[in-house]
């Protein structure tokens, strides 16, 4: 028996499977595409150069279309910026955690990653002391510290697994006070990056204090 086209309106009525129809991936590409011209032009010129007008020239994206995209104007293209930064953040610091052998080696992972961003001087700066007076809610605040706090705590209770972090330390509520050491390590190195190794000493000092003994 032959087999019948589906007619266009059969087509219509199917559920979409797969990616995003092109129509969101666009949408995704020229928010993607702002938001790499709002890093980029505070990695070279600072925070107070980044201007809409800046964003669309760089990205070749009109300021009408930069408002369609972000009607909140600046302030929103710097929410998302500051989410991307976070998000990055993150995944360099799994990784390197999961490359890591030792439990205090997971948890230096942290500081090291946190310290090598804090330490360039304007997306640094921005991650740790101008963008949090900017994004002071909502999901793109705490992005970073939420995921080291989590992974912080989860390499604690497996090393007190293995007999190597002292049975009584509070995994959750320590991994809270050593991400909150480094978020005020970090600002402090956002303004003196000479201060990195210094700071990443004094951590992995704390760290090597919860051994079992």
């Known amino acids: 028996m032959p087999v019948t086209p589906a007619s266009p309106a ?3 009525r199917r559920p979409a499977t797969g990616g995003p ?3 969101e991936r666009r949408q995704e590409r020229t928010r993607r595409d702002l938001v790499d011209a709002v890093l980029a032009i505070i990695a070279e010129r600072g925070l107070a150069d980044t201007t ?3 964003v669309s ?3 070749g994206i009109s300021r009408g279309t930069v408002y369609a ?3 909140g104007g600046r302030d929103a293209l710097l929410r998302d910026a500051y989410a991307r930064l976070g998000r990055e953040l993150v995944e ?3 990784a390197a955690a999961d490359a890591a052998d030792a439990w205090r080696e997971r948890l230096s992972a942290h500081a090291r ?3 090598d961003l804090a330490a360039d001087s304007r997306l640094g700066h921005f991650y740790n002391v101008s963008g949090p007076t900017l994004v002071v809610d909502g999901a793109e605040r705490g992005i970073g510290s939420g995921a080291s706090a989590s992974m912080i705590a989860d390499a604690l209770r497996e090393a007190q697994s293995r007999g190597e972090v002292a049975a009584d330390v509070d995994a959750h509520a320590t ?3 050593l991400v909150g050491a480094l978020r005020e390590s970090a600002i402090r190195i956002a303004s003196a990056p000479a201060e990195s190794d210094a700071c990443f000493a004094a951590f992995a000092r704390l760290v090597d204090g919860l051994a079992a003994r």
Do not use: C, D, G
């Open 10 to 12: 059969s087509n219509a």
């Open 21 to 23: 129809i092109p129509r």
């Open 52 to 54: 809409i007008e800046r």
């Open 57 to 59: 020239e760089l990205s």
């Open 69 to 71: 995209h972000y009607p």
């Open 92 to 94: 360099r610091t799994r």
């Open 113 to 115: 990653s946190l310290f």
């Open 175 to 177: 991994a809270l006070l």
